[in-house]
């Protein structure tokens, strides 16, 4: 059974830093796109960041130069590095893994960008 944790969510001041976690279990991570994405009160899920099984990455322009996806399949961990946070990051963020039919979420940790 696939089972992904996320974790290192938390209350951050304005231009500070998080790095979130997602500790996959039951699944070979090397195989497998990874995302994150998040989702704002009132609004739709997005991405925000993404890595293929080749290393390629892409980030939404709202945190690119900001945030950094990176990976460590041996762990089977993605991580999410994300510096000069702003309020506007505020959100509940999601890790997604996907390979062809095969999805899957997170439970989502919360990010809240406030002074």
């Known amino acids: 059974q696939v089972q992904l944790v996320e974790s290192g969510g938390g209350l951050v001041e304005p231009g500070g830093s998080l790095r979130l976690s997602c500790a996959a279990s039951?699944?070979?991570?090397?195989?497998?796109?990874v995302s994150w994405y998040r989702q704002a009160p009132g609004k739709e899920r997005e991405v925000v960041a993404s890595?293929?099984?080749?290393?390629?990455?892409d980030y939404a322009i709202t945190v690119k130069g900001r945030v950094a996806i990176s990976r460590e399949n041996l762990k089977k961990t993605v991580y999410l590095q994300m510096n000069s946070l702003k309020p506007e990051d505020t959100a509940v963020y999601y890790c997604?893994?996907?390979?062809?039919?095969?999805?899957?979420w997170g439970q989502g940790t919360q990010v809240t960008v406030s002074s």
């Open positions: 997604r893994l996907s390979r062809g039919l095969n999805d899957y």
């Open positions: 890595m293929t099984s080749g290393g390629i990455t």
């Open positions: 039951g699944i070979i991570l090397i195989a497998y796109t």
